[in-house]
Each structure stands twice: as structure tokens, then as C-alpha cells.
């Protein structure tokens, strides 16, 4: 793997305001702003909770302990990106990728998953409990020790293969 990159809070703070005048004005003949792109950085515990990251680019980041709790991350790239004991309850994470990316102890209680890419995604002991995963693909995903209570409209699939592996 190579060096993540780091940015200052002001960077990171720029970024975001482009991301959401992008968000506002990307449907226009000329949009403004810039979509985010946040990939192949070092962001262990950051809080971003409420942001709106939807489309945003955080392939192979490094998001270990972040709290993500509450945001949109429709349609975001988390491709190989580390959220290992990440707080993702209650965000919206519907068609995101997570292709590849390590949830490992992800707090993801509640959170809106429908048709979300978790292929070969470590989710093992991850807390999934009340999750809304509608037509979200799984295949390959570790799910050893994961919580699935009431976790609704998820791949039948997906998840009786995993349950034989330790899914409770």
C-alpha cells in the first residue's frame, strides 16, 4: 500500500465546501464546486457526522474510528477504504461501493444500505442491527460475528451463506 496523504482541517474544510456547491449545481450547465475526492487519505477518528459525502470519492482511505454517523453517503466510493470500528449508525449508504473495504466492528445500526456493494467486504462483527439492506450484494463478504437483528430486505443469499459461518 502507499503513503496516505494528508491535508490540514482547512483543506479538508475547502473540499467539503466545493463538494456542496458541486451537490447544489452539478445538475446545471456549469456547475460549481468539485466533487470530493478524499481517497488514499489518513482520516482515523475523524468527526463527520451530518455531512453530506453523497458521490464522494474515498477510495483506500483510512477511516479507522471515524464517526460517520448521520451522513449521506449515497453513492459513495469506500472501495479497499479502512472503516474498521467506524460509527455508520443510522447514515444513509444506499448505493455506495464498499467493494473490497474493512468493516471490521463497524457500528452500522440502522443505516439505509439498500443496493450498496459489500463484495468481498469484511464485515465480520460488525453491528448491522435494524439495517435496511434491500438488494445490497454481499457476495464474498465476511460476516463472521456479525449482529443482523432485524436487519430487513437483506440478501437471503448472502447472508444463510454466512450465517453457517458465525453471522448471528
Known sequence: MSELRKITREELTKILGSHKR????RFSDEPLGNRADLSDMSWR?????EKDLSHANLQGADLEG???????????????ANLSYTNLG????????FRGADLKEAFMQNVQASLADFRNADLSNADLSYASMWGANL????????????AVSVDKEGITKKKEKGAR
Request: net charge negative.
Open 22 to 25: 458541486w451537490l447544489e449545481t
Open 45 to 49: 477518528g475523524i468527526d463527520l457526522r
Open 66 to 80: 471515524a464517526i460517520l454517523a448521520d451522513c449521506n453517503l449515497y453513492m459513495a466510493d469506500f472501495r479497499d
Open 90 to 97: 443510522e447514515a444513509n449508504v444506499q448505493n455506495a461501493d
Open 139 to 150: 457476495k464474498g463478504a465476511d460476516l463472521e460475528g456479525a449482529n443482523l437483528t432485524g
